[in-house]
C-alpha cells in the first residue's frame, strides 16, 4: 500500500505531480478555467467586492495564497481567518456574501462551525473539500473537489498542492467573471497546466535536499522567511518543520525581521529563506543579507540560474522559473522534503506525529 515507499508521507509527496494534474483535468475550457460544480452558482462570485475564507493550519496557508492571487489580480477583498478565530467573533457576513471553506478532511469542527454561523446570516458557502460526502462536503451550497485521492499520512502534503491548483483556478475564474480576465490571466493558466512536468523536476532534486536535511537536521530552531508569495510558503514549511521532526521553526514576512524577531538569529539560528525570482527578490535579498550580518546560516530556496543566490550561501535549492503567483506550488515540494528526510533521519514516523490527528473533529 506504501507502494515500495518506507511512509505514506514520502509515497504522497512524490504524488505532489499528480494531485496537481487530477486537481486540474477536465477544469480547463476553450483555454480558460472551468468546474462543473459551479455552472449554475457562477453569479456568487459576480460583482462582490469581498470573499471571506476560513481554514485552518495548511488549508489556512492555501488560503492565504489565494488572498495574494485575489487581491494582486482583482480590487476584491480577500480576508482569510483561521476558523477557531472566526467562529467566536462577530460574522461579519451578511446575505448574498460568500464564505469559502477550505478542508482536506471537511471534517475539522471549527471549519464547520464556521461554516454554520455564516451560513446563518445567509452567506453562500463554497467549499473546497477532497472527502466526497464528507461533513462540509454536505453542508456547503457548492464544493469543488480536490481529487487528490485518499490522503493517509497526518501532514497535509499532496492535498496542499491540490488545494493550491483549485484556487488558483477559482482565483482566474474570480478574474473572468468579473471582467479582469488579461494577457496574464493567459499566461499564470498556460504556465499552471505545464507545472506537472516541472513538479516531476522538482522531485528529482530529493538527493540533494536530503542532503540539505542531513546538514541541517540538529539545529533546534529554524527562521523561515518569505515576502508576498512568499509568506505562505515560509509559513508551511516551518508547520512542516514543526510537526513531523518536533525542531522548533517560526516564520516571518521577511520585512518584519528588523521589527523584532532578528534578536533570536546567531549561528545556532538558521534562516530558511523563500526567495524566489519575484517582484520583491531584492527586498527579501537584503533581509537574507541582514541575517547573515547576525552570523545566521542560511538555506536559499530560489530559482534555478539566478546566480546571485551564490553570493548569499552555498545551501541553494533551486527550482524552474514560473509566474510569481505559482511558486508556492512550484515550491511546495521542496518545504515538504526537507522536513521529511529530518523526521526520517531522526529516526521519527513522519506518518503519526505525537499529539496529532489527521482530522481534528473536536475543537
Ligand atoms: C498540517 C495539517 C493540518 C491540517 C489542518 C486542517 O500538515 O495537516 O494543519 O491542514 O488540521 O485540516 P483540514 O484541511 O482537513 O481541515
Known amino acids: ?75 476584491i477583498d480577500v480576508d482569510v481567518e483561521v476558523s477557531s ?24 469542527a471549527d471549519t464547520l462551525e464556521s461554516v ?5 446570516h445567509g452567506a453562500r458557502i463554497v467549499s473546497i473539500v477532497n472527502v466526497v460526502g464528507s461533513t462540509l462536503d454536505r453542508e456547503s451550497d457548492v464544493t469543488l473537489f480536490m481529487n487528490a485521492g485518499p490522503e493517509i ?36 493558466l498556460d504556465r499552471l497546466v505545464r507545472m506537472p512536468e516541472l513538479l516531476e523536476n522538482v522531485l528529482r ?33 516551518a508547520l512542516k518543520l514543526k510537526e513531523i521532526t518536533y525542531i522548533h521553526a517560526t516564520a516571518y514576512q521577511a520585512g518584519e525581521l528588523k521589527h523584532g524577531p532578528i534578536a533570536l538569529l546567531d549561528p545556532e539560528f538558521p534562516v530558511f529563506a523563500v526567495m524566489p525570482d519575484d517582484s520583491l527578490f531584492f527586498k527579501t535579498k537584503s533581509n537574507v543579507i541582514e541575517s547573515k550580518s547576525r552570523n545566521a546560516r542560511v538555506i536559499v530556496l530560489g530559482t534555478e540560474g539566478n546566480r546571485s543566490l551564490e553570493e548569499i550561501t552555498s545551501d541553494i535549492i533551486h527550482v524552474p522559473p514560473t509566474h510569481e503567483s505559482l511558486y508556492p506550488l512550484m515550491m511546495a515540494p521542496v ?27 473536536v475543537e
Open 1 to 75: 500500500e506504501k507502494g515500495g515507499y518506507k511512509h505514506f508521507m514520502y509515497k504522497e509527496i512524490m504524488e505532489d505531480p499528480q494531485a496537481l494534474v487530477n486537481a486540474l483535468v477536465g477544469r480547463i475550457k476553450n483555454d480558460r478555467p472551468f468546474f462543473e460544480e459551479l455552472e449554475h452558482y457562477e453569479e456568487f462570485f459576480k460583482n462582490i467586492d469581498r470573499i471571506r475564507v476560513v481554514s485552518c493550519g495548511t488549508s489556512y496557508y492555501a488560503g492565504l495564497v489565494f488572498k495574494y492571487f485575489v487581491e494582486n489580480n482583482t480590487d
Open 205 to 237: 532534486k530529493d538527493p540533494q535536499i536530503r542532503e540539505l536535511s542531513e546538514k541541517y537536521k540538529d539545529f533546534k530552531h529554524f527562521m523561515y522567511i518569505g515576502r508576498g508569495y512568499g509568506y505562505p510558503t515560509a509559513l508551511e514549511g
Open 85 to 108: 478565530e472566526f467562529r467566536y467573533k462577530r460574522p461579519h457576513v451578511k446575505e448574498g456574501d460568500v464564505l469559502l471553506a477550505i478542508s482536506q478532511s471537511g471534517e475539522t
Open 153 to 188: 499520512g497526518v501532514a497535509a502534503t499532496k492535498t496542499y498542492v491540490a488545494e493550491l491548483a483549485v484556487l488558483y483556478l477559482l482565483g482566474l475564474k474570480i478574474m473572468e467573471i468579473n471582467g479582469y480576465w488579461n494577457k496574464e490571466a493567459d499566461e499564470i
Open 116 to 120: 454554520r454561523l455564516a451560513k446563518k
Open 335 to 361: 518545504i515538504q522534503l526537507f522536513a521529511y528526510h529530518i523526521a526520517d533521519m531522526k529516526g521519527l514516523d513522519p506518518d503519526k506525529p505525537r499529539n496529532l490527528a489527521k482530522s481534528v473533529t
